[in-house]
């Protein structure tokens, strides 16, 4: 009884394979087929064989957990922290809901209902505009920064000075993509 179920599951499986895909695709899907097969047949047997025993563990799990309150765990949050990214630290901490140097930094204070909106202010001195620019005039400026800053421009020079343009060129592109996002 289960392995005819099972089959016609397969069958019906192949058909539709067939149809939505093509035949050639279902074909050299058999194997597949031949062990999604298997595991039903077992797994139908199983079912229909320990039912009532599979149904007294979900009514004892149901009954005992019924009165358990859901976990209330709050989220651990992890971040390196370092002089040089302080001012992340704190935007950090303050998405989080957490403390920053002893300040309580809610993510929903001043009554605002939309919660924390990020201080833009870093990426506008990052890429040296003002901060009422308009798109135009970030996009020339970190075409300018990226000229400077490249890579390639720096292929001959110290590890030091490599990395120190890579750095600061991730933090260009970063900064660009965090203001053009405004104007999209």
Do not use: C
């Not at 990395?163 to 933090?171: G, I």
């Amino acid at each position: 009884m289960i392995y005819s179920v099972s089959l016609t599951f397969i069958l019906i499986l192949f058909l539709f394979i067939g149809l939505t895909f093509g035949f050639n695709r279902a074909v050299g899907m058999i194997p597949v087929l031949f062990i999604v097969f298997l595991l039903v047949a077992f797994l139908g047997w199983f079912a229909i064989n320990f039912f009532w025993l599979i149904l007294l563990v979900i009514v004892i799990n149901y009954i005992r957990n019924k009165n358990q309150p859901k976990s209330t765990r709050r989220r651990t949050y992890y971040y390196r922290y370092d002089s040089s990214n302080a001012k992340d630290f704190e935007d950090f901490f303050r998405q989080a809901g957490g403390n920053f140097g002893g300040n309580q930094q809610g993510g929903y204070s001043n009554n605002n209902p939309f919660g924390y909106a990020e201080d833009k202010g870093k990426y506008y001195d990052i890429l040296g505009v003002s901060r009422s620019a308009g798109k135009d005039e970030i996009k020339r400026a970190y075409r300018d920064l990226v000229k400077q800053h490249h890579p390639d421009k720096f292929s001959n020079a110290s590890d030091s000075e490599k990395e120190y343009h890579e750095n600061k060129l991730k933090e260009i592109n970063e900064a660009y993509e965090k203001l053009s996002k405004d104007f999209s």
